[in-house]
């Protein structure tokens, strides 16, 4: 009869615990993950000093968003293509650059900024350029290659 009731114990302490497995307690910015990014897949956090990094596949893009210890969404960032940018951003670096390669294209957006980095290869020099969303560049960085 001892046997039964420690065997009984043992099963009902293994399924209470295995029914609440999946309701752990979610830090803040998980928690505001999960309101702000449904539908993200393979999701893969990071701690840093002073910020959470959240790295995840949404709608067909790897993005990544930053938050605050407080949970509080601080900006995302993603790649995208040339053709993705704005017009006006098209159009300044079509006018400054003519038809050099431009890649590495990372799109930030942190409250109501949207802003774009990406690398421009010319002949003598690779440029690491930021633009805004509306055309404004500015040369952040010069790399010469030869």
Do not use: C
């Not at 993200?40 to 605050?68: P, R």
């Not at 670096?93 to 930030?108: F, H, K, L, Q, T």
Request: zero cysteines; a positive charge; hydrophobic letters at 40%.
């Amino acid at each position: 009869m001892k046997k039964f009731i420690v065997a009984s114990a043992a099963i009902l302490t293994l399924i209470s615990s295995s029914a609440f497995a999946g309701h752990k307690n979610l830090n803040p910015a998980e928690t505001t993950f999960q309101d702000q990014f449904k539908g993200a897949t393979d999701v893969k956090w990071q701690q840093g000093k002073e910020t959470i990094k959240a790295s995840f596949a949404l709608n067909g893009f790897h993005v990544e968003a930053y938050f605050n210890y407080a949970g509080e969404l601080i900006g995302t960032a993603r790649n995208v293509l040339f053709y993705q940018l704005p017009l006006a951003v098209v159009k300044e670096i079509d006018n400054r650059y003519g038809s050099a390669p431009v890649y590495d294209i990372i799109e930030y957006n942190s409250d109501s900024e949207t802003f774009y980095q990406m690398t421009v290869e010319l002949p003598t020099k690779k440029l690491q350029i930021s633009a805004t969303s509306g055309g404004a560049i500015s040369v952040v960085k010069k790399i010469r290659t030869k």
